[in-house]
């Protein structure tokens, strides 16, 4: 049975896996019951089915779904919705119908912090998934071993080591004392790392992220749009973007956008001078997460420090930080 090495992180916002048998992959973490009508795009579209349902993921969900869920509720991983994502991320991972997997994910900090929760999560995971997704041949995927790491401790290894993990690629976050703002879709995290192990006492989530940005700008881009409805997640592109496309033409939320930032923004740093006392014995200070896209260079720019840097393709580094973090495990012969 062939051994795989799968990192993903199912937020609440985007879906993403990296493996060892493939590159990055990213949806939306949108699922839908099918729709379904004519089209000429079945290779492209997702199905899962979880026990007797069909779900759409991600694009196909908004394109070919009437009705369509994107939770915010922190049980949402007992859900078949979460478990639709889940057989996503192992299916996109590998074309291998069978394989032991080997898998690292997060949690929000404050939600690892519950013994129980992380204990139930751990557990939905463990074991056999036999994925079933329509077009494709049935995956047998056996998690036997499983890392859960704080959201923010994703991004401190992701910065800390090589692409291959074998090195250390930045010495001040692999060996100092520094501070992660990991701002997601529905939470922000703060997480204090000293020489790669965390500091709990210091550790911290608050519920502020890129969907409150969201619903602060919807009213806008409805006067803007004459009364057009979009999806969140049209909206949260039209964010990072700063306009939204109107009957061809994009409209600019460039001045909103900046005003929402600067109030969120706000609330985020305070939270962090909190929760490190404003910084001052931190080596260093690292933004990232999907959130960062919005509100990362105004955070930067409130927070009182000389070091801080806001990550490339601050998305994607949690879900590097897993991955690597795997890489360990299999260089380690785990």
């Known amino acids: 049975m062939t051994d795989l090495y799968i990192a993903f992180d199912i937020g609440y916002a985007y879906t993403k896996a990296i493996s060892s048998d493939r590159p990055m992959f990213m949806c939306p973490s949108?699922?839908?019951r099918p729709d379904h009508g004519w089209s000429l795009g079945e290779a492209s579209t997702i199905t899962i089915q979880i026990g007797d349902e069909e779900y759409f993921i991600g694009d196909s969900a908004l394109i070919g779904s009437r009705f369509t869920e994107r939770s915010e509720d922190r049980d949402w991983v007992h859900t078949p919705e979460y478990m639709a994502l889940v057989h996503t991320a192992l299916s996109q991972s590998t074309g291998i119908t069978v394989a032991n997997v080997f898998a690292v994910t997060g949690l929000p900090t404050a939600f690892y912090k519950e013994e129980d929760y992380r204990n139930g999560f751990e557990q939905t995971l463990k074991g056999e998934h036999i994925?079933?997704?329509?077009?494709?041949?049935?995956?047998?995927?056996?998690?036997?071993n499983l890392i859960v790491v704080p959201q923010?401790?994703?991004?401190?290894?992701?910065?800390?080591?090589?692409d291959d993990a074998l090195t250390v690629q930045n010495e001040e976050v692999a060996n100092g004392n520094v501070g992660i703002i990991d701002v997601g879709g529905k939470t922000t995290n703060f997480q204090?790392?000293?020489q790669m192990n965390e500091v709990a006492p210091e550790t911290d989530s608050i519920s502020i992220g890129s969907w409150d940005a969201v619903r602060e700008i919807r009213p806008t881009i409805y006067t803007l749009t004459k009364g057009a409805e979009y999806e969140d997640h049209e909206i949260a592109k039209a964010l990072a973007d700063g306009s939204i496309k109107f009957r061809g033409k994009p409209i600019s939320i460039a001045d909103r956008t900046q005003e929402i930032a600067k109030d969120f923004a706000g609330a985020i740093v305070a939270r962090a001078n909190q929760a490190w006392d404003g910084g001052a014995k931190l080596d260093a200070i690292?933004?990232?997460g999907g959130g960062s896209s919005v509100f990362g260079e105004e955070i930067k720019g409130q927070l009182e420090h000389d070091n801080i840097t806001v990550v490339d393709d601050p998305q994607f580094s949690n879900v590097r930080g897993y991955y690597k973090l795997a890489l360990r495990a299999k260089q380690r012969g785990l």
């Open 30 to 32: 949108l699922v839908g």
């Open 131 to 144: 994925i079933r997704r329509k077009g494709r041949p049935p995956q047998t995927m056996m998690i036997e």
């Open 152 to 162: 923010g401790i994703g991004v401190a290894i992701d910065v800390a080591l090589s």
């Open 192 to 194: 204090r790392v000293n």
């Open 286 to 288: 690292v933004i990232a």
